[in-house]
């Protein structure tokens, strides 16, 4: 799976957006990119995943430069509860049945602040 | 329900002693995992298990035997560790798919201390 560059700390005003980069520069085209957070003291969470489009659900929107070599992880309003270490995951989606496997970096530890 | 339970939450033992983690999941999930993390690193893998059949060992001492006695439990049996096997134990269960959905769901972990 491609290595992935994430900041390792950031901060963000609560109710401001929080935008997380990551860098994937030898991703390959079936490889997918996975973001998750871990609040302190709690397993990680999944947050957002795609391929080459732009995603958005109810926690997050995950932007993916067109050359698939970054992208962007967006918590449009940041709270305080959002406090975490963000993980940015580039993986191949299994072409047959099997368990997955992820391969957690270093991640980015996320503070906002009031 | 999208919870994987684990049990103990706080576990201590000595370098002697046997004891097992527990994790469970109700959510009809044919994948489940094992991770280790120490204090301030991200996640390792450990063991994967799928359909109930050991699919992923990452080379992990035999102090470690995990167990997958059916499609909701998974146990981690533990004897004669080190010190430096104190960590947070992670547990999560997925989806056995070949599509795109595929995401982990993490219990809260167990926190050994070895001492």
């Known amino acids: 799976d491609a290595k992935t560059t994430q900041p390792p700390s950031m901060d963000c005003a609560e109710g401001r957006a929080a935008n997380l980069p990551c860098n994937h520069s030898t991703i390959s085209g079936n490889e997918y990119v996975y973001w998750y957070r871990q609040i302190h003291s709690q397993g990680p969470q999944y947050i957002i995943h795609g391929l080459k489009n732009n995603e958005t659900n109810e926690m997050a929107s995950l932007i993916i430069t067109e050359d698939r070599k970054s992208s962007t992880l967006i918590l449009p309003h940041a709270t305080l509860r959002d406090t975490a270490v963000y993980y940015c995951i580039v993986r191949v989606a299994p072409i047959i049945q099997g368990a997955q496997k992820l391969v957690f970096g270093q991640g980015t530890r996320l503070t906002i602040n009031p | 329900d999208t919870e994987v339970t684990q049990t103990p939450k706080h576990l201590v033992m000595g370098m002697t002693n046997k004891k097992s983690l527990k994790c469970e999941q109700h959510m009809g999930h044919r994948a489940m995992y094992w991770y280790k993390q120490k204090a301030k690193k991200p996640p390792e893998l450990m063991f994967v298990?799928?359909?109930?059949?050991?699919?992923i060992n990452e080379s992990v001492p035999s102090r470690f035997s995990p167990e997958c006695p059916n499609s909701s439990l998974l146990n981690l049996h533990l004897h004669a560790l080190q010190p430096e096997d104190s960590a947070l134990y992670l547990c999560?269960?997925?989806?056995?798919?070949?599509?795109?959905?595929?995401?982990?769901?993490f219990g809260p972990g167990t926190r050994l201390t070895v001492l």
């Open positions: 999560a269960s997925s989806q056995v798919l070949g599509l795109l959905k595929d995401t982990q769901y």
């Open positions: 298990y799928s359909y109930e059949k050991l699919s």
